[in-house]
């Protein structure tokens, strides 16, 4: 038997920033319940602890679920509150951090620099203030053309402050993968499913936020520093535009005759297209999703699963989570030995940590969708508590209608889904082992064999 020392060394090493980077968002989420608590915060209405708590937490894990209407209970000020909680969310502490001290050309402490790698997966040919630049330009380009547009657009209904406050609104709650809206009646942006420039714009902003900073930077860097798109990137590309147009085609197919009997075909389109992409953790809707097929429910459950791409502002176990699993499904069923995706063969390493995450994540939602169904009266349906743990895990903020129904033990249970699915059920695990005191020495054991199937 043979004590694999090196890999306990770096667990304990990997531990240390993993906690740092927990710890970062639950104060942050403390700070942001505190903070919208106070009176300025609000219209005059109360809130419980629990009810602010559940806020912070829906934006700075970037879900958009929510239990009070966020364009009328808060104020503009409590507004700017969660919108700033949106943005540390989506980017993490650790990333906007290493951005500012990277924008002031100052040298990156060796801490700050593992941290941001531990919490963003950094290309492989560039360094962390690069690529921390890089982040913080196409954060500033992407959401302020999206403001401009969506500011535009909604001048037309409105004054032109407000118009634009909803427009920079709206746009980085987007590209943060958010779904947080302020246009009042608990209603998303169904006032503009048939909406060109707001469809358009919002999925835009939804798909560039959820692909992923490392896609866009050899996107930009094609050209010029490299021939050929690499497999991350390759696999990102193509299992995202498998997931959105195969989701438009679905709730085209099951709706047709449904919700969207009533649309035009150019609205149709429009609404199954938006439908598609905000599934993927953005959570605007432009449709009522409680009044959706069982079918489509269950389309869009699958679609929040997957979420987004890593090193994105999305949530879900992440497309290249999914497209590893595939792959190995397909080699273990064509018998082979190695797991190969997009012409390489990938590394056990990469297939173990895609099916523990899988497992893991497939764990959390049954636990919580249990607490739920225990917690809630019966009136609430499972598929709908279902969808509610699905939303949160993959801090999607599509709901059915039910969350400001829910009971105080729901609504924490959410809180703690929310920060799983943010953080990452690894990162989770991480922490919760080492709390616990488990240093464990790797041993290698004699292999067995079991009957399987």
Known sequence: MIAEAGDSSNRRLHSAPTQRIVLSFVAIIVLGALVLMLPVCRTGQQIPFVGALFTAT???????????????FWTPFGQLVILLLIQMGGLGYMVIGTMLYAARGSAL???????????????????????????????LITEGIGALLLSLRFAKDTSLGLAIWRGVFHAVSAFNNAGFDILGGMRSLEPYVGDLTVNLVITALII????????????????????????????????????L?????????????????????????????????TARTAGYATVPIGGLSA????????????????????????????????AYLRAVLNQ??????????????????????????????????????????????????LFEVVSAFGTVGLTTGITPQLSSVSLVTLILTMLAGRIGVMAAAYVILQARGEHRICIRLPEDDLPIG
């Open 58 to 72: 829906s934006a700075t894990c970037v879900t958009g679920l929510v239990v009070v209407d966020t364009g009328t």
């Open 109 to 139: 402490p060796i801490q700050r620099g593992g941290d941001f790698r531990e919490s963003l997966p950094t290309p492989e040919r560039a360094n962390v203030r690069q690529f921390a630049l890089h982040i913080g330009g196409t954060v």
């Open 208 to 243: 560039i936020g959820g692909i992923g900073f490392i896609t866009l930077w050899e996107l930009t860097r094609r050209n010029k520093e490299q021939r050929h798109l690499t497999t991350h990137t390759r696999v990102v590309l193509q299992t995202t535009g498998i997931l």
């Open 245 to 277: 147009v195969g989701g438009m085609l679905a709730l085209l197919a099951l709706e047709h005759g449904g919700m969207f009997a009533k649309f035009s075909l150019r609205t149709e389109l429009l609404a199954a297209w938006f439908q598609s992409v």
């Open 295 to 326: 079918a489509s429910l269950i389309v869009i459950i699958m679609l929040m699963f997957i979420g987004a791409s890593p090193g994105g502002t999305g949530g879900g176990v992440k497309t290249t989570t999914i497209a590893v699993i595939m």
């Open 336 to 385: 082979e030995d190695q797991t190969r995706l997009s012409h390489r063969a990938l590394h056990r390493r990469t297939v173990r940590k895609a099916v523990g995450v899988f497992v893991l994540s497939i764990g959390i939602v049954i636990a919580a969708t249990l607490v739920l169904v225990i917690a809630e009266p019966s009136r609430m349906s499972a598929l709908a508590l």
